[in-house]
């Protein structure tokens, strides 16, 4: 249970934006005019193509994940790229002091006198200062700090939360600035505080990947201006987030050679196919109940194809441990990984090596059957760049795809004929040992 105070003044809500006292008057959808440079780039094509394009004028923008991934250090580059643009940008910290942002800017590079920073947390003061100041773009870091005077509980409650955000979106709409928002995560994932949090923002991007390793996702989960599909991918440099501009070919790095149990396969991203090595582990469980775990896709899907190939292809795995991982720290949940989950699963039951020129996709459905995926053709071309020799791809898909040259297309209709053909190569190579 979580107390929440409620705060003695009548908190505004967002449909005052507009004052309320003139008679509101609809107006003709066909006739609103829009500017044709709306949208502010902010040089980092990753992070633009994850807006939607560029950054919205007056939309308020939250940023989610751990801590210490890099939410400041993007943000502050894009203050650097906007600056030197002639954008008027204000950052303000609450978490850090202005010697720490300091030096964490000198890392990034070199900031022009458009740039402003301010230490504060008092809402009221923000307001204010963002009044007087007239920036472009704001970024408040973090709204977990900000707390607002008439509001009593401790900043980071959900009511100081909930009224700074309030706050804040009326400065945004009201004076047409748009506002970045840095929002810790909890436990679970989740943007700290509530969830009218994320209701109330336009856009909410997280930023996922393995803090270890050194690239950084950023993915769109709620856009207003934008589809929510679309991933950005980054890597932390000593100089701050840099864009990968090939993203299949940063995340099929150092993938084994000649080992069972890996496969590649390829998932749709918003408007990008990208390639990701599945691995899978299959041994005998030494505990009455196996121990199946999923690490960047889910768990449930992996039983359920699992079962399928119990059942349909007759695969002994119920006395099995089996872990898959996608290789990469990348979270996928597309059905048209399923193929390669499957295959990477009996690669590693029947210890059956898949060629490393081999990839696969398509969505296995409960009775075995390989079904169509979406965008079959921009997959094969993608596989062809990377310099792929095979594509296994559901039978379904012959239709959209026509002939396609320099590559071998392998059509499966049933899982058991995707399962047939790597055993046939594995056995050509002479490195299939029955089990
Ligand atoms: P930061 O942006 O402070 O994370 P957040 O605001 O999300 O908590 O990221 C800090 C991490 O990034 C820290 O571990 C150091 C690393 N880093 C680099 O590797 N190179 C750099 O140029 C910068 C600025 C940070
Ligand atoms: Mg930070």
Redesign the pocket.
């Known amino acids: 249970m979580v107390e929440e105070t409620v705060s003695p003044k009548k908190t505004s809500a967002p449909g005052t934006v507009n004052s309320l006292e003139k008679r509101q008057e609809p107006v003709i959808l066909k006739d609103i005019s829009l500017s044709e440079d709306e949208r502010q780039t902010t040089e980092i094509k990753e992070l633009d193509r994850v807006l939607g394009g560029g950054i919205v004028p007056g939309s308020l923008v939250l940023v989610g994940g751990d801590p210490g991934i890099g ?2 250090t993007l943000l502050l580059q894009v203050c650097r790229n906007l600056a030197g643009k002639n954008v008027s940008v204000l950052y303000i910290s609450g ?2 002091s202005l010697r720490q942002i300091k030096l964490r800017a000198n890392r990034i590079g070199t900031f022009n006198d458009r740039m402003m920073l301010l230490c504060e947390t008092n809402l009221e003061t923000i307001r204010e200062v963002i009044q007087r100041k007239k920036p472009d773009i704001v970024v408040i ?2 709204i977990q700090t900000m707390f607002h005077e008439e509001i009593s509980s401790a900043p980071g409650s959900v009511s100081q939360v909930r009224e700074s955000t309030n706050i804040l979106m009326q400065i945004a709409k009201g004076m047409g600035i748009s506002i970045f928002i ?1 929002g810790h995560v909890t436990k679970e994932g989740n943007v700290a505080g509530p969830r009218v949090l994320e209701h109330m923002v336009d856009t909410v991007l997280y930023f996922e990947g393995d803090r270890h390793a050194s690239y950084r996702i950023l993915r769109a989960v709620k856009n207003r201006f934008g589809s929510t599909n679309e991933i950005g991918v980054f890597e932390m440099r000593n100089s701050g987030l840099e864009e990968v501009k090939n993203p299949s070919e940063f995340m099929l790095n150092g993938k084994p050679n000649g080992t069972s149990g890996s496969i590649v396969a390829c998932s749709m991203e918003g408007t990008r196919p990208i390639l990701v090595e599945i691995q899978a582990l299959v041994c005998q469980s030494n505990f009455g109940i196996p121990r199946r775990t999923a690490v960047g896709t889910d768990l449930n899907r992996v039983n359920l194809l699992m079962a399928v190939l119990e059942k349909k292809v007759g695969v002994r795995l119920a006395a099995c441990d089996a872990y898959v991982n996608i290789a990469g720290g990348i979270k996928m949940t597309e059905p048209a990984i399923d193929l390669g989950i499957s295959l990477a699963i009996v690669s590693s039951c029947k210890d059956i090596i898949i060629p490393d020129s081999v990839l696969a996709f398509g969505e296995v459905g409960l009775s075995g059957e390989v079904r169509a995926v979406s965008m079959a053709g921009q997959r094969v071309a993608e596989a062809k760049k990377l310099g792929f020799q095979t594509v296994i791809l559901p039978e379904v898909c012959k239709g959209t795809l026509g002939k396609a040259e320099g590559i071998g297309l392998v059509y499966v209709s049933q899982i058991q004929e995707a399962i047939s053909y790597i055993m046939r190569q594995g056995d050509d190579q002479g490195r299939y040992r029955s089990s």
Do not use: P, Q
């Open positions: 939410k400041s978490e850090e870091d973090s840095v």
